[in-house]
């Protein structure tokens, strides 16, 4: 099992940028495919992006490449989302999950952990 927290959210002006960040608990993170999820009021849970175990494939969003990138530290337990050139569309409830197999997968009921989320507000 693993505890996933994230951090990093917070207010930030359009154009600008944000690193969110999600601390795994446990020895076995590395044997988890990671990903990023993101939620307005109201709607359903959209998917960002995911992270294959080693960190050497990712896969995002379409509207989201070239904005987003995604990167984990296995030796600190650690998934990133680095987000540029911010919209006010970007405005979410941001959520880390974690599933323990091998694909990178885009539906939110093929995960198992969950994260409590970090709040990001753009500004127009």
């Known amino acids: 099992q693993v505890q996933l927290v994230e951090s990093g959210g917070g207010l930030v002006q359009a154009g600008g940028s944000l690193r969110l960040s999600c601390a795994a608990s446990?020895?076995?993170?590395?044997?988890?495919?990671m990903a990023w999820f993101r939620q307005t009021p109201g709607n359903e849970r959209e998917f960002v992006a995911t992270?294959?175990?080693?960190?050497?494939?990712?896969y995002y969003a379409d509207s989201l490449k070239g904005r987003f990138t995604i990167s984990r530290d296995n030796a600190k337990n650690t998934v990133y989302l680095q987000m540029n050139s911010l919209k006010p569309e970007d405005t979410a409830v941001y959520y880390c999950?974690?599933?323990?197999?091998?694909?990178?997968?885009?539906?939110?009921?093929?995960?198992?952990?969950w994260g409590q989320g970090t709040q990001v507000t753009v500004s127009s």
């Open positions: 999950a974690a599933y323990s197999g091998l694909l990178l997968l885009t539906m939110t009921n093929r995960y198992d952990y």
């Open positions: 446990g020895r076995t993170f590395s044997s988890y495919v």
């Open positions: 992270i294959n175990r080693s960190g050497g494939s990712s």
